[in-house]
């Protein structure tokens, strides 16, 4: 008896085990799950026969352009047509409206590709060139455009930032392209990129990082050549990688603290000792005025109305000089006009007197003058 209970529940296990239930239609085993030779990772490339109807509806895409771009854009226009004419994509440029435009047609067989097209047009209006442009129809290749504009509010640190994604001769920028094997140009305020997935997510990461004065781009790249490294290792392909990566620490968290230390660090006799002087000269000022005895608010709101008094002084000040400039200027009086013709008639009178005594002595000298015989001065023949 003891047997053949033995058998009734083992038959009762293994129908449990036969009967597994799932959630839904699709979660069942199929016979491909165990297949060895499937890679699950490849991008099949799109085959036309999967869709021979084409599209129902028409999609469009459109983006704008900057002005610089238009030149261009018409001169290389004709071979974005062509590539995207493969792809059964119809495309327009507008100089008009300085737009461009993809959308699809009854050609149309693959419904990503209007996608793949407006990254084409994005990245066009982003300066990149062409050639480099079409490649974003490949189904391995992404792109990603970052914008870094609003991560830095002041201009000129904005600029030092992307400087440094740069680097000297656009050294830093070639080797993240090498390390991360994408494409990276750097246009105004945006970073575009095109890559595997893989590859964007990184650059998004070091390009962010670095805007935000988190992370400079070389310490960037030396971590991304150590990962490169032990990847090729295949007995860490389970293990963490923390201990070799290199850790980099922010210099201004340590003079934050020092900072910090030293205004809590306070000695009797401290190194120039005209501070504390000037300390024990401040404390008596404050006994005599009696803004020592005072709590935070009565000190707050003193040095708010000292700061309001100055603020109405300098706005005075600035008025004045302002109505200053409006004023008419002084117009000259009658008494004025007398003096300056009473130095004229004057200057007048000195000049002819000196005109008189000059030709008085002039006609002396000619009276003076001894009558010369021109008889004297002929040769005797």
């Not at 991560?151 to 930032?161: E, G, T």
């Not at 230390?261 to 000792?273: E, G, I, K, R, T």
């Not at 040095?303 to 002084?313: G, I, V």
Request: proline share 5%; hydrophobic share 35%; with cysteine.
């Amino acid at each position: 008896m003891a047997e053949v209970a033995e058998e009734k529940l083992q038959q009762e296990n293994q129908n449990l085990d036969k009967k597994v239930r799932y959630r839904g239609n699709h979660d069942k085993p199929k016979p491909w799950d165990d297949d060895p030779n499937i890679d699950r990772w490849t991008i099949e490339k799109f085959d036309p026969a999967w869709n021979p109807t084409g599209m129902l509806e028409v999609s469009t895409f459109s983006t704008l352009f900057p002005k610089y771009r238009e030149k261009y854009l018409q001169d290389s226009w004709p071979r974005i047509e062509s590539a995207l004419k493969q792809y059964g994509v119809a495309c327009k440029l507008n100089l008009v409206e300085g737009s461009m435009t993809v959308s699809t047609t009854r050609k149309t067989r693959d419904p990503y590709i209007v996608v793949k097209a407006r990254d084409l047009i994005k990245l066009l209006s982003r300066s990149v060139p062409a050639p480099q442009a079409i490649k974003i129809l490949e189904d391995e290749v992404q792109c990603d455009i970052i914008k870094i504009g609003n991560l830095v509010r002041n201009k000129a640190r904005f600029v030092k930032r992307r400087q440094r994604l740069l680097g000297p001769n656009s050294s830093t920028l070639k080797a993240m392209e090498i390390l991360l094997d994408c494409y990276i140009l750097i246009q105004g305020s945006t970073v575009a990129a095109m890559g595997s997935f893989k590859g964007l997510k990184q650059v998004r990461r070091v390009v962010e990082e670095c805007l935000r004065n988190e992370i400079h781009p070389v310490y960037q790249i030396k971590n991304l050549m150590m990962r490169k490294e032990l990847a090729k290792d295949p007995a860490l392909a389970t293990e963490s990688w923390a201990r070799f990566l290199p850790t980099f620490r922010k210099r201004l968290a340590r003079q934050e603290n020092l900072l910090l230390v030293s205004a809590f660090d306070y000695s009797f006799f401290p190194a120039n000792p005209l501070t504390l002087l000037y300390d024990f000269f401040q404390v008596d000022k404050q006994l005599e005025s009696g803004e020592y005895f005072m709590n935070d608010q009565k000190k707050a709101d003193k040095k708010w109305q000292e700061k309001q008094e100055k603020q109405s002084e300098k706005s005075a000040e600035k008025k004045r000089k302002r109505d200053a400039s409006f004023l008419p200027p002084e117009e000259p009086t009658q008494n004025n006009n007398l003096n300056k013709s009473e130095e004229s008639k004057k200057d007048i009178t000195e000049l002819t007197q000196s005109l008189k005594s000059k030709t008085n002595e002039l006609k002396k000298q000619k009276k003076t003058q001894e009558k010369v015989n021109a008889e004297e001065y002929i040769a005797v023949a």
